[in-house]
């Protein structure tokens, strides 16, 4: 019998193209999904309130404990949602009158019925604020004896006991203020799920300085990471590793706005109000207001976006609270560097092997646009950050310089677009542990899908002939060529292994905004392959442009993940061929070799750790390779430097300053100074193919594991 709670927020069908306009959500969510900011003052199953405080929030750091929320379509309630004797526990939310009837009509059919919480009086419903701990409990203990009496073969007696148990947390104040303004919810959520209040009063944050939503941001973020010293290491950790700690949180309008804005006609003063909004930089927006009747026109512009931004904050709120997460909020005008990441893009699609200076100097101008955004404050969150960063936007974050690197390479790192809206949706719900064996990725499956005659086509392929001999034995892979869009769904559908990677060309015009493979010399639009494709978890795009920076949310790798992928490894800019053939050897051995040597050690190995793993030890030997290629360290020395900065970069011995270190050996081993070193290193950065990648979707809930690690874990958990 599955034990968790859903909590299912019911909503009326939409058509596809009636969603928001500037950020794309169904518009039932806008009633339904305030009820999320509740959601983590109760249990995510029924062993929660069973357990002590700390271990509650041990499991949620590693990915166990999180709450299974979901807006679902009443139709789809109907027809598919209701519980059942092994799923009998259900909370459905409704806020509109008609779905409220719809609702209360189906659940007085039903063996085992879910609580209904409505905003409206409706039969068999109770009111959000006759919600309370001690009431769900009673509907778990009925919901188990309707579950009994729908199927006699189920033994209720233990959960039964588990529900009697209870112990409702008792909550303290936090010492920090409650804010109006929402940039500080989702730091809220988590620390009222630990038990910790924010006072409602002394709050601020409407239209007030900067530095106070910085202030506030900040204080709040560091309580949450705070908590951690309450559940540090576990040796349930071993199995499952600790969730990204950190969310940087950036929403944006997708780039069609303003072209539906231009077709609506508006008047004048609505369109002022969007422009606004467009050229917004901090946390608030100020338009100056003549009467009484600008206002009625500015005003559904303002409220409109002002709903799609609660939407995405009360989501993320659940989700941080499912992690322990930290969240920054940051400000608009970090979405302004379009223009100077839409300089760099258009100068790397011009040139194949660009000068490496001036592909620099273009690139320190987008990390200083970055930069220029977040202050000292929250540069020093990143910093504490342990266990990886999530971005929820649009914005490049994962070129924003840390400590000499990018942040990208830095941290484990891994995205989710905020638009759209209801792909973001999908992708916060809680994705559960997904656990494969790292000998799984020698069935790995590679579709190249290049014309005859391509001089590109064989790179990947060769690269992959050499991995039976490093991996120590023979690899079961598949590689198939298809030739129409029919054979590439075809062998997709017949491949039942954890990895696809696909070897082609990737485009993404800005006109129109919508990328494409090439498969049998056709454009491709991935997300038509919706409901005719089965993936595999992961998929790795070795093509350009499959996920560009300055172009729209229609992208190949964020089609891929609309069809099913758990986690899709992108291109932001065009790749070269040799480099990306080398890194994807490079990404295989570290799913099949160091995961092996992982889970030998009792440990899981996450794939957001072998992506960035990957990416840093393919920049150390860019570095390495690049000053001995410049005569700058001695030939001989190369070799042994790239592997002492592989030793410093993985596990039982990573380090975060592996970077300093490699330095300081290549200016002991070499002919160069610390100024050198400063006048190279940011060219062979620059250059290097490792900033083109990004890691999408929910790659964290991927873990590379086997028997030996949950053996490991179960006999320190038994010390």
């Given at each position: 019998?599955?034990?968790?709670?859903?909590?299912?927020?019911?909503?009326?069908s939409?058509?596809?193209?009636?969603?928001?306009?500037?950020q794309?959500?169904a518009?039932?969510?806008?009633?339904?999904?305030?009820?999320?900011?509740?959601?983590?003052?109760?249990?995510?199953?029924i062993?929660?309130?069973?357990?002590?405080?700390?271990?509650?929030?041990?499991r949620?750091?590693?990915?166990?404990?999180?709450?299974?929320?979901?807006?679902?379509?009443?139709?789809?309630l109907?027809?598919?949602?209701?519980?059942?004797?092994?799923?009998?526990?259900?909370?459905?939310?409704?806020?509109?009158?008609?779905?409220?009837?719809?609702?209360?009509?189906?659940?007085?059919?039903?063996?085992?019925?879910?609580?209904?919480?409505?905003a409206?009086?409706?039969?068999?419903?109770?009111?959000?604020?006759e919600?309370?701990?001690?009431?769900?409990?009673?509907?778990?203990?009925?919901?188990?004896?309707?579950?009994?009496?729908?199927?006699?073969?189920?033994?209720?007696?233990?959960?039964?006991?588990?529900?009697?148990?209870?112990?409702?947390?008792?909550?303290?104040?936090s010492?920090?203020?409650?804010?109006?303004?929402?940039?500080?919810l989702?730091?809220?959520?988590?620390?009222?799920?630990?038990g910790?209040?924010?006072?409602?009063?002394?709050?601020?944050?409407?239209?007030?300085?900067e530095?106070d939503?910085v202030?506030?941001i900040?204080?709040?973020?560091?309580?949450?990471?705070?908590?951690?010293e309450?559940?540090?290491?576990?040796?349930?950790?071993?199995?499952?590793?600790?969730?990204?700690?950190?969310?940087?949180?950036?929403?944006?309008?997708?780039?069609?706005?303003?072209?539906?804005?231009?077709?609506?006609?508006?008047?004048?003063?609505?369109?002022?109000a969007?422009?606004?909004?467009?050229?917004?930089r901090g946390?608030?927006?100020?338009i100056?207001?003549?009467?009484?009747?600008?206002?009625?026109?500015?005003?559904?512009?303002?409220s409109?976006?002002?709903?799609?931004?609660?939407?995405?904050?009360?989501a993320?709120?659940?989700?941080?609270?499912?992690?322990?997460?930290?969240?920054?909020?940051?400000?608009?005008?970090?979405?302004?560097?379009?223009?100077?990441?839409?300089?760099?893009?258009?100068?790397?699609?011009?040139?194949?092997?660009?000068?490496p200076?001036k592909?620099?100097r273009?690139?320190?101008?987008?990390?200083?646009?970055?930069?220029?955004?977040?202050?000292?404050?929250?540069m020093?969150?990143?910093?504490q950050?342990?266990?990886?960063?999530?971005?929820?936007?649009?914005?490049?974050?994962?070129?924003?310089?840390?400590?000499?690197?990018?942040?990208g390479i830095?941290r484990?790192?891994?995205r989710?677009?905020?638009?759209?809206?209801?792909l973001?949706?999908?992708?916060?719900?809680?994705?559960?542990?997904?656990?494969?064996?790292?000998?799984?990725?020698?069935?790995?499956?590679?579709?190249?899908?290049?014309?005859?005659g391509?001089?590109?086509?064989?790179?990947?392929?060769?690269?992959?002939?050499?991995?039976?001999?490093?991996?120590?034995?023979?690899?079961?892979?598949?590689?198939?060529?298809?030739?129409?869009?029919?054979?590439?769904i075809?062998?997709?559908?017949?491949?039942?292994?954890?990895?696809l990677?696909?070897?082609?060309?990737?485009?993404?015009?800005?006109?129109?905004d919508?990328?494409g493979?090439?498969?049998?010399?056709?454009?491709?639009?991935?997300?038509?392959?919706?409901?005719?494709?089965?993936?595999p978890?992961?998929?790795?795009?070795?093509?350009?442009?499959?996920?560009?920076?300055?172009?729209?949310?229609?992208?190949?790798?964020n089609?891929?993940?609309?069809?099913?992928?758990i986690?899709?490894?992108?291109?932001?800019?065009?790749?070269?061929?040799?480099?990306?053939?080398?890194?994807?050897v490079?990404?295989?051995?570290?799913?099949?070799?160091?995961?092996?040597?992982?889970?030998?050690?009792?440990?899981?190995?996450?794939?957001?750790?072998?992506?960035?793993?990957?990416?840093?030890?393919?920049?150390?030997?860019?570095?390495?390779?690049?000053?001995?290629?410049?005569?700058?360290?001695?030939?001989?020395?190369?070799?042994?430097?790239?592997?002492?900065?592989?030793?410093?970069?993985?596990?039982?011995?990573?380090?975060?300053?592996?970077?300093?270190?490699?330095?300081?050996?290549?200016?002991e081993?070499?002919?160069?100074?610390?100024?050198?070193?400063?006048?190279?290193?940011?060219?062979?950065?620059?250059?290097?193919?490792?900033?083109?990648?990004?890691?999408?979707?929910?790659?964290?809930?991927?873990?590379?594991?086997?028997?030996?690690?949950?053996?490991?874990?179960?006999?320190?958990?038994?010390?």
């Open positions: 019998m599955i034990e968790e709670i859903f909590y299912i927020l019911a909503i009326p939409w058509e596809p193209t009636k969603v928001s306009p500037f794309g959500f518009p039932g969510l806008f009633h339904a999904a305030p009820y999320l900011v509740g959601v983590p003052t109760f249990p995510s199953d062993s929660e309130l069973a357990m002590d405080p700390a271990d509650r929030l041990a949620r750091r590693a990915g166990q404990g999180a709450w299974h929320w979901s807006p679902v379509t009443i139709e789809n109907l027809d598919h949602g209701q519980p059942t004797p092994s799923r009998p526990f259900m909370v459905v939310i409704t806020s509109e009158p008609e779905v409220a009837r719809k609702v209360a009509t189906w659940r007085r059919g039903l063996r085992v019925r879910p609580l209904h919480l409505s409206h009086e409706i039969g068999g419903a109770i009111r959000p604020h919600l309370t701990v001690e009431r769900l409990q009673q509907h778990c203990r009925t919901a188990l004896r309707q579950a009994k009496e729908a199927n006699r073969r189920i033994d209720i007696a233990e959960r039964l006991s588990i529900i009697d148990a209870w112990r409702p947390w008792t909550m303290e104040p010492g920090l203020h409650r804010h109006s303004h929402n940039v500080t989702p730091n809220e959520m988590v620390l009222r799920s630990a910790l209040m924010t006072d409602r009063e002394g709050g601020k944050l409407e239209v007030s300085p530095q939503y202030d506030g900040t204080e709040s973020a560091r309580a949450v990471l705070d908590l951690r309450q559940a540090n290491d576990r040796p349930a950790y071993r199995l499952n590793p600790p969730r990204p700690d950190l969310i940087l949180l950036a929403p944006s309008m997708h780039v069609q706005a303003a072209e539906i804005i231009q077709r609506a006609k508006l008047p004048k003063l609505s369109v002022r969007f422009r606004a909004l467009q050229r917004q946390y608030t927006i100020q100056p207001i003549e009467d009484e009747g600008a206002i009625n026109e500015i005003g559904p512009i303002l409109l976006r002002g709903g799609e931004l609660r939407v995405t904050t009360y993320v709120g659940v989700r941080a609270a499912s992690t322990a997460a930290a969240t920054i909020r940051l400000p608009a005008r970090i979405n302004r560097s379009v223009g100077v990441v839409g300089q760099l893009a258009r100068f790397l699609r011009h040139h194949e092997n660009p000068p200076i592909t620099s273009v690139f320190r101008a987008v990390q200083g646009a970055l930069a220029e955004t977040l202050p000292p404050e929250h020093d969150l990143l910093r950050s342990n266990s990886g960063i999530k971005i929820i936007g649009e914005a490049p974050l994962e070129w924003l310089p840390l400590d000499d690197l990018p942040l830095a484990d790192v891994s989710i677009g905020t638009t759209p809206g209801n973001l949706i999908e992708q916060l719900r809680h994705v559960p542990p997904l656990y494969i064996p790292a000998e799984e990725f020698k069935n790995y499956l590679a579709v190249s899908m290049f014309e005859e391509d001089g590109i086509a064989h790179h990947v392929r060769q690269a992959l002939a050499v991995l039976p001999d490093a991996a120590e034995s023979k690899l079961t892979g598949i590689s198939a060529a298809p030739k129409s869009t029919d054979e590439f075809s062998t997709v559908n017949d491949y039942d292994g954890p990895i990677i696909v070897d082609s060309h990737g485009t993404h015009p800005d006109n129109p919508v990328g493979l090439t498969i049998g010399g056709e454009f491709v639009d991935v997300w038509d392959l919706a409901g005719k494709i089965r993936l978890p992961i998929v790795v795009l070795s093509a350009c442009d499959t996920h560009p920076f300055d172009r729209s949310h229609a992208t190949v790798a089609g891929f993940l609309r069809c099913g992928a986690a899709v490894l992108g291109t932001v800019l065009p790749i070269r061929s040799r480099d990306a053939a080398i890194f994807l490079r990404l295989m051995l570290r799913a099949i070799s160091f995961g092996n040597a992982m889970n030998a050690n009792g440990r899981s190995a996450a794939w957001t750790n072998i992506v960035g793993g990957g990416l840093r030890m393919q920049l150390a030997s860019d570095i390495v390779r690049g000053l001995g290629a410049r005569g700058m360290i001695p030939e001989d020395r190369v070799d042994r430097i790239h592997l002492a900065a592989n030793h410093d970069i993985n596990p039982p011995h990573e380090r975060a300053d592996w970077l300093p270190r490699l330095r300081q050996r290549c200016i081993a070499g002919e160069i100074n610390q100024d050198q070193w400063a006048a190279t290193y940011p060219d062979i950065l620059a250059a290097s193919d490792v900033i083109r990648y990004v890691n999408i979707g929910n790659p964290e809930a991927i873990l590379i594991s086997d028997e030996r690690v949950l053996k490991r874990t179960m006999h320190e958990a038994q010390m």
